[in-house]
């Protein structure tokens, strides 16, 4: 049973160009949520998603950031005329169900680390 | 959700028990202790949470002071391959309680 799983691992974007970063949630996961985790600090929450829905984009940058979990394939977190500032390691979770367990059993990806020169 | 408080670094000898300890004398009477690793360039894991009582899994244990001010996560063998950042997250446990915020944590490092 494969766990979630991203990619790229690693990915490297000139200033001014856009990032796509992919997530595959576990089989049978249905809700995906995505974090940032800037150098040296600890885990922000950016955007919770089901298929087809965001539920909550509340930890998401007003501009140039979306996500999306279509019907079919992968979640992806877009990134548009990528800043410095962007450089961090983006982490994606899926969890079986949104109630309170919701809280604990998030499993996470290993992440894509995304360098911005 | 509380704040917390942890060390920012502890050293610990193999095979012996790792006691990692969380401030969090903010918290409220429905918020539960959540305790996190992330092990290098790996994604976090979850450990173990608990409300007032304390609690064991095949993983840690959590012991809760009475007055729930603090608490300290124990590894009762720890190895090297405990060796990750531990973050302690007080937070409710309820509808709309799935964005997990982590601070700095503790870096452990288990020594041979």
């Known amino acids: 049973n494969a766990g979630v799983m991203q990619n790229p691992r690693h990915l490297v974007r000139r200033r001014g160009q856009e990032a796509r970063l992919r997530c595959s949630p576990m089989k049978g996961h249905s809700h995906v949520y995505w974090y940032r985790q800037l150098p040296e600090e600890g885990l922000k929450f950016m955007v919770y998603?089901?298929?087809?829905?965001?539920?909550?984009e509340s930890g998401m940058p007003k501009e140039r950031f979306s996500a999306e979990f279509p019907k079919e394939g992968p979640s992806i977190l877009r990134i548009q005329q990528v800043v410095r500032g962007d450089s961090a390691a983006y982490f994606c979770?899926?969890?079986?169900?949104?109630?309170?367990?919701?809280?604990?059993?998030?499993?996470f990806g290993p992440g894509t680390r995304l360098t911005v020169t | 959700d509380a704040k917390t408080t942890q060390p920012t670094s502890m050293d610990c000898a193999e095979g012996r028990a790792a006691n990692l300890p969380c401030n969090h004398s903010t918290i409220s009477g429905n918020e539960y202790v959540y305790w996190y690793r992330q092990i290098h360039s790996q994604g976090p894991q979850y450990i173990i949470h608990?409300?007032?009582n304390n609690e064991t899994n095949e993983m840690a244990s959590l012991i809760i002071t009475e007055d729930r001010k603090s608490s300290t996560l124990i590894l009762p063998h720890a190895t090297l391959r405990d060796t990750a950042v531990y973050y302690c997250?007080?937070?409710?446990?309820?509808?709309?309680?799935?964005?997990?915020?982590f601070g700095k944590g503790t870096k452990l490092s288990v020594i041979p």
């Open positions: 979770a899926s969890s079986p169900g949104s109630g309170p367990e919701s809280s604990y059993e998030q499993y």
């Open positions: 997250s007080a937070k409710y446990s309820g509808a709309g309680s799935y964005q997990l915020t």
């Open positions: 998603l089901q298929k087809e829905n965001i539920i909550d």
């Open positions: 608990g409300l007032k």
